[in-house]
């Protein structure tokens, strides 16, 4: 099996083959883990009660047990516990789908109100309509150590080497996955994605809030934030004692993947610093350190995970639309799944390849070979 790409996706498929002793060849045009595509930034937000869909649950809780395996047999440690808050109105998305799901799936979720939002977090400002959720299975992922970690489990990563074309790979290979990140539409022509820029700063911690430890991930969820003004924020506590990182979800320009704009300027830096300024305390508008990373998104946000409706020797992932990176082992496993044995028992009914592409037409010589 080839799998192309060792972002987190594809290191993922690569570490879940590897694991069923499969033979598998990663490729990757740079050297993973890299800082060119999606899976880089140290840190990512893993969290349970999805507010974007109850369906993604299960996969959760299957990719919670899976993160703790990989940190079981790598020795690295790769995911902490800190809880998540979704902060917003009463009415807002991030409230009403979290508690939803939390409903469905029986979560450990706690409804907190303004006051008791003000009492237990210093560094969010809290206006009087208000209210978070508190989901406890919650926190932070490192994304290098995940790219290493799974990577280190798979025997044969083929580094710097781009995959050109899937159709000539075929001819030495009896299958294929497709994780190239922001890459995919270049290797796969039919499927429909954007890329859009995006920027994380770290901005300094002023220093009452760094003498009282505010953002310690022991006392300072990771956070979203549904606002008025900047649309959806989100957060971390601090992993360096010194600053904390925030973004803006979905703010970006769309790009190409071989000429985004890396370097960030004050245009891109003045949001957020407005941001922070408006709804957190203790943080000082002194930008210490910015990245660049790619959304991949699809029309609909939600991710595809499939066979190719044109080849089923090809698996197609693009479990990105940025809210990917906590899915990956379990994302993983499914492609070995469907190389392995041509179908999976999870529910990925959401993440067709067939929404966005013509009917297949697949040859009924093709349907049998995995
Ligand atoms: C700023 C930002 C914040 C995010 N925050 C979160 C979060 O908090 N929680 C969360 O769950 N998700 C988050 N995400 C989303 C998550 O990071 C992505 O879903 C995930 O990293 C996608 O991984 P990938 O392997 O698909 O893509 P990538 O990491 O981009 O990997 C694709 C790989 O394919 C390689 N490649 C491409 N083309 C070829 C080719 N032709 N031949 C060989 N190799 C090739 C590339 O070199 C690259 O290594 C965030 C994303 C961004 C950008």
């Not at 993922?12 to 499969?22: D, H, V």
């Not at 703790?68 to 409230?95: D, F, H, P, Q």
């Not at 300024?277 to 002194?286: C, I």
């Not at 660049?292 to 693009?318: G, I, K, Q, W």
Request: a negative charge; one cysteine or more; charged letters at 25%.
């Amino acid at each position: 099996m080839a799998v192309v790409g060792g972002g987190v996706m594809g290191a993922a498929t690569s570490w879940r083959l590897a694991a069923r002793g499969a033979e598998v060849v990663c490729f990757d045009r740079f050297s993973p883990p890299h800082a060119q595509g999606s899976s880089h930034g140290d840190s990512r937000i893993i969290r349970t009660a999805y507010f974007e869909g109850s369906y993604y649950v299960p996969l959760l809780h299957e990719a919670f047990a899976l993160w703790r395996e990989l940190e079981s047999t790598s020795g690295a440690s790769l995911l902490r516990i800190t809880g998540a808050l979704y902060i917003g109105t009463e009415r807002s998305e991030a409230v009403v789908g979290s508690l939803a799901s939390a409903k469905q799936h029986h979560l450990d979720v706690e409804l907190l109100s303004a006051d008791e939002l003000r009492r237990r977090y210093r560094g969010h400002v809290v206006r009087d309509e208000d209210v978070a959720v508190l989901d406890r299975q919650a926190g932070i992922l490192d994304p290098e150590g995940a790219v290493t970690a799974m990577l280190a489990q798979a025997p044969d990563v083929r580094r710097n080497t781009r995959v050109s074309s899937v159709d000539e790979l075929l001819r030495d290979f009896d299958a294929a996955v497709v994780a190239a990140g922001p890459w995919t539409p270049e290797v796969l022509d039919w499927i429909p994605l954007q890329i859009e820029r995006q920027v994380h700063v770290w901005f300094s911690i002023a220093r009452d809030a760094e003498a009282g430890n505010w953002f310690a991930p022991e006392r300072w969820p990771v956070f979203i934030r549904q606002t008025r003004e900047f649309g959806d924020v989100y957060g971390f506590p601090s992993l360096d004692g010194a600053s904390v990182k925030v973004g803006r979800h979905h703010d970006g320009d769309y790009t190409d993947p071989d000429r985004i704009k890396r370097r960030v300027d004050e245009h891109d830096i003045d949001p957020l610093r407005l941001m922070a300024a408006t709804y957190l305390r203790g943080v000082s508008g002194n930008a210490r350190r910015t990245l660049t990373c790619m959304y991949t998104n699809t029309p609909d946000e939600d991710f595809v995970v499939d066979f190719s409706p044109h080849d089923r020797r090809v698996v197609v992932l693009s479990p990105c639309s940025g809210h990917g990176f906590k899915f990956a082992p379990v994302i993983g496993d499914i492609a070995a799944d469907l190389v392995v044995d041509g179908r999976t028992k999870r529910d990925i009914s959401h993440f067709s390849a067939a929404r966005f592409s013509a009917p297949p037409q697949v040859p009924d010589d093709q349907t049998d070979h995995h």
